[in-house]
């Protein structure tokens, strides 16, 4: 399948099926102006409960609807909640998204820290995020 964006990939499984938008919308539950919005390009962020309407009325499952519509490649299972993050990522401008990225590193590499069996600071807490990330 050749790249597209969910807006023209909603729009032909539309079509594909003969429906309209307000039929797609009532079998997955959720609401024509989400579903117009969506084909029209308009929903950058797509809520999970969305995805999973889209999936059950298009007999898919919620993987496979973000893998055609070009959304989050296939790399496996994926947590519902990194899919979500990751759509939310993309209507970031590049410096945000950059920011955005390098907080979350710096946050999980303080809950690495935090992990059960890993020592922590000389105070017993959890180290400053920024102070981790300049090297002290």
């Known amino acids: 399948?050749?790249?597209?964006?969910?807006?023209?990939?909603?729009?032909a499984e539309v079509q594909t099926r003969g429906w309209t938008k307000r039929e797609l919308a009532r079998r997955a539950g959720v609401s024509p102006p989400t579903i117009s919005?969506?084909?029209?390009?308009?929903?950058l962020y797509i809520e999970q409960r969305t995805w999973e309407g889209l999936a059950r009325a298009l007999g898919m499952t919620v993987r496979?609807?973000?893998?055609?519509?070009g959304?989050?490649?296939d790399y496996g299972e994926v947590l519902p909640e990194v899919a979500e993050w990751s759509n939310e990522l993309r209507a970031f401008n590049p410096a945000l998204r950059r920011q955005t990225v390098a907080a979350?590193?710096?946050?999980?590499?303080?809950?690495?820290?935090a992990q059960p069996g890993q020592a922590p600071d000389r105070a017993?807490?959890?180290?400053d995020p920024v102070a981790v990330a300049a090297g002290g």
Not at 1 to 11: D, F, K, P, R, V
Not at 37 to 43: D, N
Not at 104 to 113: C, D
């Open 124 to 127: 017993g807490s959890i180290p």
């Open 64 to 69: 496979e609807v973000m893998a055609r519509a």
């Open 104 to 113: 979350v590193n710096q946050t999980l590499a303080i809950a690495r820290l």
């Open 1 to 11: 399948m050749s790249e597209q964006t969910l807006a023209e990939w909603i729009n």
């Open 37 to 43: 919005k969506v084909a029209r390009g308009e929903r």
């Open 71 to 73: 959304v989050t490649p």
